[in-house]
């Protein structure tokens, strides 16, 4: 189920650090890109997924494990992966039996661009979030801020 | 091995933000902690899957963000342990 609220950004501060808190007392794994628009390397999937992957990585030997087998199938890491394969390995980490809940935030998902590219970055983003949370995964808990432009409404809300 | 799967991935550091904004804002920690005892937050908590945030840009947000991030690593760091789900006394002083 999707949950949409209309809250301050002072609201949204206290929900970071009541997740932060969980994470810190080892009961959470947590995760998080803050889009840019003033930063090139913060606009899209290809700094969002990597950026989530690494990080969890850093909080899970089963997750670090996960990433080493993506790792050797590109050849020792000198190939790059696609976009779906860093989706799909992701997707592992979330889908580990047993673990602790997953905390991915991101924030002003609307500073990624919409006016180029098809699909454009925006568009690509959307998708990611659309089929992490179609997982409908109990470990999974995403969350993310942006303005209410009318292609996130539209993609997000059911 | 994890700082060759870094290298291979080279994954933007969200810290750079949190850093720069903190630098240039201090003092915007977050309030309304109230908010979290809200059902609607305690339910995607609970169960999620997808908590979407909506409104006006605010360059405050995510400063209030990042300040927010920031208290909760000096917690981690000086080996304190806090209370997840329950929103104590003490998450709020941390965070003020």
């Keep these: 189920m999707t949950r949409v609220i209309n809250r301050s950004a002072a609201q949204r501060s206290s929900i970071i650090q009541d997740i932060e808190n969980g994470s810190n007392a080892g009961s959470a794994f947590i995760a998080y890109l803050f889009f840019d628009n003033k930063d090139a390397s913060k606009q899209d999937t290809r700094a969002l997924l990597p950026s989530l992957i690494v990080q969890l990585v850093h909080q899970s030997d089963s997750f670090c494990d996960i990433l080493v087998g993506y790792h050797t199938t590109h050849q020792s890491g000198s190939r790059q992966p696609s976009d779906h394969t860093l989706l799909q390995c992701l997707v592992d980490m979330i889908l580990v039996p047993g673990q602790l809940p997953i905390y991915l935030i991101i924030d002003a998902l609307d500073e990624c661009p919409n006016t180029t590219g098809m699909p454009s970055p925006r568009d690509k983003v959307l998708a990611v979030v659309e089929k992490l949370a179609e997982l409908n995964h109990p470990n999974l808990h995403l969350y993310f801020t942006s303005r209410p432009e009318i292609d996130i409404r539209t993609s997000i809300e059911p | ?96």
């Design chain 2, 1 to 96: 091995m994890r700082q060759n799967l870094e290298k291979w991935l080279s994954p933007p550091d969200p810290s750079v933000n949190y850093n720069a904004a903190s630098e240039a804002h201090p003092g915007l920690e977050g309030t309304a902690v109230w908010f979290i005892e809200t059902t609607a937050f305690t339910d995607w908590k609970a169960s999620g899957p997808l908590l979407w945030i909506y409104g006006k840009r605010n360059f405050s947000l995510s400063l209030r963000l990042q300040a927010c991030l920031r208290s909760s690593a000096s917690i981690a760091g000086s080996g304190k342990s806090v209370l997840r789900l329950v929103p104590s006394q003490t998450h709020r002083d941390s965070c003020y």
